[in-house]
C-alpha cells in the first residue's frame, strides 16, 4: 500500500480524549485512498498498544512508535515524519476530533498546487454550552481571518498539512524547545524566511476536545513565555518585539521616546501581580469585556519572559 498522506499525532497520556480522537480517524472518509497513521507514544505511563483499540479499515496503515523519558514534543513530531511513507504529512494532536472529510479535504486542497503549508481552523468554540472564552480563543491568530497565505507566526499544528519533503528539507522541529509552546511558532517563523507559501483555509475545521481554561491557559503562557518565547527571540533576530517583548526592556533603554518610555512603565503596571490576578479572576467569573483575555494572554507571556510570576492575593 502506498499512502496517499501521513496523519502524525504525538500523545502523552491521552486518556479519553485520545480515545474520540481515533475513532474520528476510524470514520473517516476518504473515498478508499490509502493513508497511514502515525502515532508517537511520547513516554505514555502506559504505553499506546496496550491501552487503545488500533483496528482500522484495510486502506489504513498503522504505525505506533514508542518514545521513554519525560517526553519532548518537538521531537516526537520529528520521529512522526521520519517514519512517515505518504508524500503529505497532516500534523495533529491526541485531542483533536476530526470531521469526516478532513483528509479528504487536505489532499483535495494540495492536489491543485500552488501551497506547501495547508492551515485548517481547530475550532473551540464547537458546542452549544460554549464559553465567551472558548469564543475569544477562537478569534486568536488567523481565526477570525478570512482564506489566504496567513504569516509564520501564526502556524498553529493540529490541523496542518504540508509535504513531507519539506519536513526533511528543513529538519523538521527544534527540540530544544522542550517546554509548552513555541515549536510551531519557531518552525512558521523558518518557513516564512524559506519563502514557503503557507496558506489558512478556515473551512477545513476540526474541533478541540481539550477544555482549556483561563487560568490553565494562563500558566502554558507563561511557561511558553520563560522558554520558548525567550529562545525564539534569541534565535531570531528578526522576530524582536513579537507579543510585545520590548514593553519589558529598561524603561529608558533606546529608543527612549516619550511613547516609548510610558508603554513600559504601563507594561510594569499591568503585570503587576495584584493587578495581574485581579484581573484573571474577573474574567473567570464573567468572561467579559473579552479584550481583557488578550491581555491575560500576553501579559502572562511578558510574565514568563520576565521570569516573573502572578499569584492570587
Not at 118 to 132: E, Q, S, Y
Not at 265 to 286: S, T
Request: hydrophobic content about 40%.
Amino acid at each position: 500500500m502506498n499512502p496517499l498522506i501521513s496523519v502524525q499525532i504525538p500523545v502523552r497520556n491521552g486518556g479519553r480524549n485520545f480515545r474520540r480522537c481515533l475513532d474520528s480517524l476510524i470514520a473517516q472518509d476518504t473515498g478508499g485512498a490509502p493513508w497511514e497513521l502515525v502515532i508517537v507514544d511520547d513516554g505514555s505511563d502506559v504505553p499506546v498498544v496496550e491501552t487503545y483499540s488500533l483496528e482500522f479499515p484495510e486502506n489504513v496503515d498503522v504505525k505506533v512508535l514508542r518514545r521513554e523519558g519525560p517526553g519532548n514534543r518537538p521531537e516526537a513530531r520529528n520521529e512522526a515524519w521520519r517514519n512517515a511513507a505518504a508524500p503529505l504529512s497532516l500534523l495533529s494532536d491526541g485531542d483533536i476530533l476530526f470531521s469526516e472529510d478532513t483528509l479528504k479535504r487536505h489532499l483535495e486542497r494540495h492536489s491543485r498546487g500552488g501551497i506547501d503549508v495547508l492551515m485548517g481552523a481547530r475550532v473551540d468554540a464547537w458546542r452549544k454550552n460554549a464559553t465567551p472564552w472558548q469564543r475569544w480563543f477562537d478569534g486568536r491568530g488567523m481565526g477570525d481571518g478570512p482564506p489566504g497565505i496567513f504569516p509564520g507566526r501564526y502556524l498553529v499544528t493540529g490541523n496542518l498539512s504540508m509535504k513531507t519533503n519539506l519536513l526533511r528539507d528543513t529538519g523538521g522541529f527544534d527540540p530544544a524547545i522542550d517546554k509548552y509552546g513555541g515549536e510551531d511558532t519557531e518552525f512558521g517563523i523558518r518557513l516564512q524566511q524559506m519563502g514557503i507559501s503557507m496558506y489558512w483555509d478556515p473551512a477545513v475545521k476540526v474541533y478541540h476536545l481539550d477544555d482549556v481554561t483561563v487560568r490553565k491557559y494562563c500558566s502554558k503562557m507563561m511557561e511558553f513565555g520563560g522558554s520558548g518565547l525567550k529562545y525564539i527571540l534569541r534565535k531570531h533576530p528578526a522576530a524582536a518585539g513579537m507579543l510585545g517583548s520590548d514593553w519589558i526592556r529598561p524603561v529608558f533603554s533606546t529608543p527612549a521616546r516619550p511613547s516609548a518610555v510610558l508603554m513600559r512603565l504601563l507594561c510594569r503596571l499591568a503585570l503587576w501581580p495584584p493587578f495581574y490576578g485581579m484581573i484573571l479572576r474577573w474574567m473567570e467569573i464573567f468572561g467579559r469585556p473579552s479584550f481583557l483575555f488578550t491581555y491575560l494572554s500576553v501579559g502572562a507571556c511578558l510574565i514568563g519572559l520576565k521570569s516573573g510570576n502572578f499569584e492570587d492575593e
